[in-house]
């Protein structure tokens, strides 16, 4: 998997998480969040979209992403999940990375593209619970940004 850097371009895992942390060395006083969302679009196929943003709160943020293409998933639920199943995946990594650099601290928070109005309201208790479950806190629209606008943005 890599990720995309609007500003540097195709990067590593590994590499964007050298980049954040560099972000955060650059004002160590500061205060961040980490936010990763998943955002998809569908045509012929899927274009699923995770973004990770690291947020200097009140001060701007950085965010990478990463594309992936699969088969059509008719199902808004079983598409959802998915989206959700792939923010976490990276949170996990990342957080892991975050460990092992002892830097654990850093708030993650999962950005889920569902919202008490619209199609997706009867999902959001079952994927909250899932994010919830899993250790991360969970944003659900209008406070979503990382999927319901960074995602998104990339996923047309």
Known sequence: MYFISPTKGIMSFEKMFDDIIKFIKEAPDE??????????????????VTAVVVHRLGKGARYYYSKR????????????????????SVASRVYERMARDQRANLDIEIHIDVGQHGETRNLVKEI?????????????????????????????
Do not use: N, W
């Not at 990763?36 to 196929?45: E, K, L």
């Not at 479950?133 to 960074?150: H, L, Q, R, Y």
């Open 69 to 88: 293409k699969d088969r059509k998933i008719t199902s808004l639920r079983q598409r959802i999940f998915y989206e959700t199943s792939l923010s976490l």
């Open 128 to 156: 909250v619970g899932m994010v919830v479950g899993s250790g991360f806190d969970a944003k659900i629209k209008p406070d979503s940004f990382g999927a319901s606008k960074v995602a998104d943005k990339h996923s047309k």
């Open 31 to 48: 205060s961040y969040k980490l936010i990763i969302g998943t955002d998809s679009h569908t045509r012929d196929d899927v274009c699923f």
